[in-house]
């Protein structure tokens, strides 16, 4: 018989709650999939929220694929997905550059070179992603001394780890705070936890944060991100999830489930 403690009970949903939402913000890694294969029963839930007819966006941090290629994996796993339901982290990114009119430094992974584009020339601001393997000293240098310079630091997320199949991984997060550290530049962080990321999904939809609800395994950057922008959200026990984080006595999800699948469940219980 095994030794370890049970998780607590599924929560009761809050009085937030107490509606069917209007639409849906779901995060992927560690919600839909882990690394390659999806979650037990994740295909299936997200099948039965198409078939509920809830709209719906995808919101991810991930910064090492473009949308094409996060499409092409999920749909590979078994998900009924499109690109234009992706909101990513670089796309967010890429549509600042734009509206500010900035000549970026990117340090990125090569992967997403195809999406964000070359390196201006002559920069005045570094835009951050996930380098993942391909983060060198070199390149964290010559965004340092371009922050020294007084570029504009704009990261796409501050994320401290994600879940691969092997294990948790050090995310971005730490690579941005030692760049803030050093320069003494904030870096304005475009991807989740910004409230501006989830209210622009919600703007696409046609619905007010009250009316749609997130489900992450995040607690602070999914969950927490998500109470705070004026959103319910539902924490599930999947990816990141660390034990404890269903009593967190600060973030106060409005509901807990065991996985996707048990999400939805309790979602699609409501009047």
């Given at each position: 018989?095994?030794?370890?403690?049970?998780?607590p009970?599924?929560?009761?949903?809050?009085?937030?709650l107490?509606r069917?939402?209007?639409?849906?913000?779901?995060?992927?890694?560690?919600?839909?999939?882990?690394?390659?294969?999806?979650?037990?029963?994740?295909?299936?839930?997200?099948?039965?929220?198409?078939?509920?007819?809830?709209?719906?966006?995808?919101?991810?941090?991930?910064?090492?694929?473009?949308?094409?290629?996060i499409?092409a994996?999920?749909?590979?796993m078994?998900?009924d997905?499109?690109?234009?339901?992706?909101?990513?982290?670089?796309?967010?990114?890429?549509?600042?550059?734009?509206?500010?009119?900035?000549?970026?430094?990117?340090?990125?992974?090569?992967?997403?070179?195809?999406?964000?584009?070359?390196?201006?020339?002559?920069?005045?601001a570094?835009?951050?992603?996930?380098?993942?393997?391909?983060?060198?000293?070199a390149?964290?240098?010559?965004?340092?001394?371009?922050?020294?310079?007084?570029?504009?630091?704009?990261a796409?997320?501050k994320?401290?780890?994600?879940?691969?199949?092997?294990?948790?991984s050090l995310?971005?997060?730490?690579?941005?705070?030692?760049?803030e550290?050093?320069s003494?530049?904030?870096?304005?962080?475009?991807?989740?936890?910004?409230?501006?990321?989830?209210?622009?999904?919600?703007?696409?939809?046609?619905v007010?944060?009250?009316?749609?609800?997130?489900?992450?395994?995040?607690?602070?950057?999914d969950?927490?991100?998500?109470?705070?922008?004026?959103?319910p959200?539902?924490?599930?026990?999947?990816g990141?999830?660390?034990?404890?984080?269903?009593?967190?006595?600060?973030?106060?999800?409005?509901?807990?489930?065991?996985?996707?699948?048990?999400?939805?469940?309790?979602l699609?219980?409501?009047?």
């Amino acid at each position: 018989m095994s030794s370890q403690p049970s998780s607590p009970p599924v929560s009761a949903t809050t009085a937030r709650l107490a509606r069917r939402p209007t639409a849906l913000l779901i995060d992927l890694a560690g919600v839909l999939h882990v690394g390659d294969q999806a979650i037990e029963g994740s295909v299936a839930a997200l099948a039965r929220v198409r078939q509920a007819a809830l709209p719906l966006r995808f919101l991810t941090n991930t910064t090492r694929s473009p949308r094409r290629t996060i499409v092409a994996k999920l749909r590979r796993m078994g998900f009924d997905v499109a690109e234009d339901e992706i909101q990513t982290a670089a796309h967010a990114a890429q549509q600042l550059v734009r509206q500010r009119g900035l000549k970026p430094l990117y340090v990125v992974h090569p992967d997403l070179t195809e999406e964000m584009g070359p390196s201006a020339a002559a920069p005045d601001a570094v835009v951050m992603g996930d380098m993942g393997p391909y983060l060198d000293y070199a390149q964290l240098n010559a965004a340092f001394r371009l922050l020294m310079a007084g570029g504009a630091f704009i990261a796409m997320a501050k994320n401290r780890y994600f879940m691969e199949e092997d294990g948790l991984s050090l995310d971005m997060g730490a690579f941005v705070t030692g760049l803030e550290f050093s320069s003494g530049m904030p870096a304005e962080i475009v991807g989740k936890p910004a409230a501006s990321f989830f209210h622009t999904a919600l703007a696409e939809l046609g619905v007010t944060p009250a009316e749609a609800v997130v489900i992450g395994d995040d607690l602070h950057d999914d969950v927490g991100a998500a109470l705070a922008a004026g959103i319910p959200a539902i924490l599930v026990r999947t990816g990141k999830f660390r034990p404890g984080d269903d009593a967190d006595p600060a973030i106060r999800p409005d509901c807990i489930a065991d996985d996707f699948a048990g999400a939805v469940d309790r979602l699609l219980a409501l009047d």
